[in-house]
């Protein structure tokens, strides 16, 4: 039996193999540096707004006749 005919075939198939899953990771990350960049867009606009929302004056004067 040629064990060079047996090895071959599984070194080939392992090799497209871990490219496929070298390719599905870095899909993977850069999905994922897209939903972080998302989240941080997110995060300052939802900052921004709720600084724009206090009215810190409000309220800090009250007038009151008795």
Do not use: C, W
Request: proline content about 3%.
């Amino acid at each position: 039996m040629d064990l060079s005919m047996m090895v071959t075939p599984d070194i080939a198939s392992m090799s497209m193999t871990m490219a496929a899953n070298k390719s599905a990771q870095d899909i993977g990350v850069a999905m994922l540096d897209k939903s972080l960049d998302n989240f941080r867009e997110n995060g300052a606009e939802m900052v921004k707004m709720m600084e724009q929302s206090v009215t810190p004056y409000l309220g800090s004067n009250f007038d009151m006749s008795v």
